[in-house]
């Protein structure tokens, strides 16, 4: 049922004409190129990392709908993992964060995506630190002083509060599945409990 409703909203274009403006037509320039621009032509320069480019260039080149047929069925197949593997209150969790991600917010989708996988046993929390390095240009750390002179002083990155909407769903769900996954692995206690720790305070 839900994702027939979101497949309804895809189908009905939602997204404005100043962000369809900004975000399928700076793929035509090199990456963290400053001729990327608004609709109304201020600086506005996609300040990702180069995986995340990787991922959307060969997307959004495309256009509208194959950017979001590939997203939707990323979706879904989200969805059917899940409803395997996790319980009601997970699947509402997720349901609330896939709406805003792939209807709202789709440039961090695949940030989100990578949240998502920070609940893999053992390797979770290096998807923890991927989401923030694609969030950002740091994979590979961009240098350009600019880039990010343009990510802390400029009115439409951080000091835009319409992005902490965005902002805030991203850290609280980066929090909760990172908390989750060390919550249910306990690394902390399963450090105390090892052995060599436990011989280390026996012969003291």
């Not at 506005?44 to 590939?70: C, D, E, I, K």
């Not at 709406?99 to 923890?128: A, K, N």
């Not at 965005?166 to 599945?177: A, D, E, Q, T, V």
């Amino acid at each position: 049922m839900l994702q027939t409703v979101k497949l309804g909203v895809i189908l009905s274009d939602p997204n404005s004409a100043q962000f369809k403006y900004w975000f399928y037509t700076c793929f035509q320039y090199p990456a963290y190129s400053f001729k990327c621009t608004t609709v109304h032509g201020d600086v506005f320069p996609m300040a990702y990392s180069l995986l995340w480019y990787a991922v959307y260039t060969p997307l959004t080149s495309r256009g509208y709908w194959v950017f979001n047929s590939a997203m939707f069925t990323v979706d879904c197949v989200t969805a059917l993992i899940l409803l395997r593997k996790t319980s009601q209150l997970s699947m509402l969790l997720w349901a609330q964060g896939s709406i805003y991600f792939l209807i709202v917010s789709p440039q961090d989708f695949l940030v989100w995506t990578l949240i998502l996988c920070s609940r893999i046993r053992r390797i979770g929390p290096l998807f923890s630190v991927l989401a923030v390095m694609t969030k950002f240009p740091l994979l590979p750390p961009i240098l350009d002083s600019r880039i990010w002179d343009y990510i802390v002083n400029n009115p439409y990155s951080v000091h835009d509060m319409y992005n902490w909407a965005r902002y805030s769903y991203l850290i609280f769900y980066w929090l909760l599945y990172l908390g989750l996954w060390l919550h249910k692995r306990r690394p902390f206690q399963f450090l105390v409990n090892s052995p060599l720790i436990r011989r280390g305070v026996s012969d003291a």
